[in-house]
């Protein structure tokens, strides 16, 4: 799905986001410990390389781990940068737009992004996926800089037999550039020694 595209999201779409998830070939594998590992890897689109994160978690149930990620409301209450996210229209039953604002440390201008999001639940598979597009009622804001988000998602696995037991794995994968005067070599560091902390769950508690 191209940057700006707005469509409901198809087959291919899908398996991309699963791809990237599941194939590591050119990847960097950066970090390796208790479960989590964190890849890297150099693009033609941006200068800011993109980012792969997977978790393993014995007492989280795939199920709740993706209501959580689907629940705007809940955010709040996991997410400390989140300063406003919204739905702004939904495109149909697996397809929506919606705005997410966030805080940057100071002296750093806060982010913002207007994105598609699509996803599929597939039983033991679950997919959820952005990409950033345009919308009419969120212009670009004075005191925020518009981040884009070229292709960000998570691939939830059930690592278990049944649904109804705790037991998944998630792989989290974003492309993206937030824009504005940041150094790519110190947001490129900040991202590999951030990624493994933001990859803990124990926030969940749905």
């Known amino acids: 799905m191209r940057l700006g595209e707005v469509r409901s999201a198809d087959d291919e779409d ?8 599941e194939r590591h070939d050119d990847w960097r594998l950066d970090y390796n410990k208790s479960g989590t590992m964190v890849w890297t890897k150099a693009n033609d689109v941006s200068d800011f390389r993109m ?29 400390p940068n989140i300063i406003e996210g919204q739905e702004i229209c939904r495109i149909d039953s697996n397809n929506d737009i919606g705005y997410y604002a966030m805080h940057l440390p ?16 597939l039983g033991s598979e679950k997919i959820i996926f952005n990409h ?43 492309q993206s550039d937030p824009k504005g005067q940041l150094p790519v070599w110190a947001v490129n560091k900040a991202t590999q020694w951030l990624a493994p902390k933001v990859s803990d769950a124990s926030w969940i508690s749905y």
């Open 132 to 174: 950033s597009v345009n919308h009419a009622s969120v212009p670009p804001k004075k005191s925020f800089i518009r981040g884009t988000s070229y292709l960000t998602g998570y691939h939830i696995v059930s690592t278990v037999d049944s649904g109804d037991r705790p037991g998944c794995q998630v792989t989290y994968v974003t």
């Open 14 to 21: 899908f398996e991309r986001l699963r791809n990237l998830c």
């Open 51 to 79: 980012v792969k994160i997977r978790g393993t978690y014995d007492d989280v149930r795939a199920v709740t781990l993706y209501d959580v990620l689907h629940d705007p409301v809940y955010r709040k209450s996991w997410d």
């Open 106 to 121: 100071k002296p750093l201008k806060n982010r913002d992004f207007v994105t598609q999001r699509s996803w599929r639940d």
